[in-house]
């Protein structure tokens, strides 16, 4: 079947993906064009539409107490503002020259082409699922979707045991650690790292490490999956390192993501050294003049380094959604960078981070300085104040900020923001450490943590040009 006839003066705009950047580049194009000027079919091969994955764990943990609170907008209220959703259907080759996609029902397996003016890729990630014995077996869980949140569950409920193994020490990785330990699970983490968190530097990681241990939580570090062995009935019964087997009677992936760029790539369409499609500013892939991409399945720049990344966050999904909406339906907007900022939490222990490591700066060949302060989240005579720890890197010489990463208790996670802004402004540690930034002692100390961090890098990399 064919659906590429003459749709009259309509135009018709594709959208692969109906999560974060598909969808708000769908609904942001029909704010922008109504139904009669511009027909917009969007293509989904799951359940559903504009959900929040970074919430799976905490369905999971408990925290929030049913899957659709998850869901910002159903196919249904998609389908009422002129989207046409279609869902369970997956898109199995864009052929560019003709301008057209093709797309395979899922539960009928009936195939057919679909035409399109304007093209908007927006595949998300794939979770990394190294080729191991026994990854496929049951009892083995993936968290990247609706879907595997509820089978998770359902093997949460239906098994006796009460150990649980998690691969991976990421966001995902210690998010679902806290979780499976809210279900009153033993929970082990084997990570092939030396600390966890790896988006941290190692000495930062290790503070998450040492309150994750504190929490009950087994940590195994510089360990290699080797294999994850099955019991007689089929089921995953551990997980194997070269040195051990940790028992396991649900084992969780999260080892991270890739970009889901597979059509892309045979389509013949620009990757970037990570994996990821190449855009330009208003996010139109390069060398395509009607095909946009966003979210998980592109590269981004990196403000500070000047150099592309793969940064698979809803935050940076949703933005870049909108910006592609905003140039499909005819308008214009670009999407200027990223700095890295990201914040997690495991149990009361709050993590953050923004702009480059210490790794990240010397990869790019910058001469910098750190410091690492100790503070406090309110004034230290307040009632709870809490503990935390800051990290700062600044270009010697010119004081350039470069990065921030913060490990505290409650109060600390989001102090990350201030330093998000002046990487974006490009700001020196000078500057940072003069910020009029607001004080009482329920909130902070006279000196902001983030400000006394400040303070001492730029002693530290005064006079050092």
């Known amino acids: 079947m064919d659906t590429s006839a003459a749709h009259g003066a309509r135009e018709r705009l594709v959208v692969i993906g109906g999560d974060a950047a598909g969808m708000s580049a769908a609904s942001q194009a029909r704010r922008m064009r109504d139904p009669d000027e511009l027909e917009i079919v969007a293509f989904e091969r799951g359940h559903f539409t504009s959900y929040s994955a970074c919430g799976i764990p905490y369905w999971v943990g408990g925290d929030v ?12 209220e998609h389908r009422a503002r002129g989207i046409d959703v279609r869902l369970r259907t997956e898109v199995t080759e864009i052929d560019v020259d003709r301008g057209r996609v093709r797309a395979r029902d899922l539960e009928s397996g009936a195939e057919s082409w679909t035409s399109y003016d304007k093209l908007v890729i927006a595949t998300g990630a794939r979770p990394v699922r190294p080729d191991l014995p026994g990854i496929d077996a049951p009892g083995v869980h993936g968290v990247q979707t609706l879907d595997d949140g509820r089978a998770l569950l359902d093997t949460l409920t239906r098994t ?21 330990i809210n279900r009153g ?15 941290l530097d190692p000495d930062m990681g290790r503070l998450v490490r040492e309150a994750m241990a504190g929490m009950g939580i087994t940590m195994v570090d510089d360990a290699e999956v ?43 369409l620009p990757l ?67 700095v890295g ?61 470069l990065g921030v990463q913060i490990v505290g ?27 009029d930034l607001g004080y009482a002692p329920p909130f902070s100390p006279v000196w902001d943590p983030v400000q006394v961090a400040a303070r001492k890098a730029a002693a530290k990399v005064r006079g050092t040009g």
């Not at 049913?66 to 196919?75: C, N, Q």
């Not at 990570?191 to 968190?197: D, I």
């Not at 994850?228 to 396991?248: H, I, K, S």
Request: glycine share 14%.
């Open 65 to 76: 107490g049913d899957r659709d609170e998850l869901i910002a907008r159903t196919p249904e």
């Open 160 to 180: 006796e045991g009460r150990r649980a193994v998690v691969v991976g020490a990421g966001y995902i990785g210690v998010e679902m650690a806290e979780a499976l």
């Open 185 to 199: 699970y033993e929970v082990t983490v084997v990570n092939r790292g030396p600390e966890p968190m790896a988006t």
């Open 226 to 268: 080797t294999a994850l062995p099955t019991g007689a009935d089929g089921r995953v019964r551990a997980v194997a390192t070269a040195d051990a087997e940790y028992p396991a009677d649900v084992v969780v992936l999260g080892i991270g993501v890739r970009p889901e760029t597979t059509l892309a790539r045979a389509a013949g």
């Open 272 to 338: 970037g050294d990570h994996g990821g499609l190449l855009t330009d500013r208003s996010m139109r892939v390069r060398g395509q003049e009607n095909v946009w991409a966003g979210g998980d399945c592109a590269e981004v720049l990196d403000l500070v380094s000047g150099q592309l990344r793969h940064i698979p966050l809803g935050t940076h999904a949703n933005k870049q959604g909108q910006i592609i909406g905003t140039n499909a339906g005819g308008g214009y907007a670009t999407f200027p960078g990223v």
């Open 341 to 401: 900022t990201a914040v997690s939490k495991v149990c009361d222990l709050e993590i953050a981070r923004t702009g480059l490591r210490e790794k990240d700066a010397h990869r790019v060949g910058l001469r910098f300085g750190t410091v690492t302060i100790e503070s406090t989240s309110r004034a230290g005579y307040y009632p709870n104040a809490a503990p935390m720890t800051v990290k700062m890197l600044a270009e010697l010489g010119t004081g350039r900020l």
């Open 409 to 435: 208790r409650e109060g600390a996670g989001k102090r990350v923001d201030v330093a998000a802004v002046a990487l974006t402004a490009g700001m020196t540690v000078h500057q940072v450490a003069a910020l």
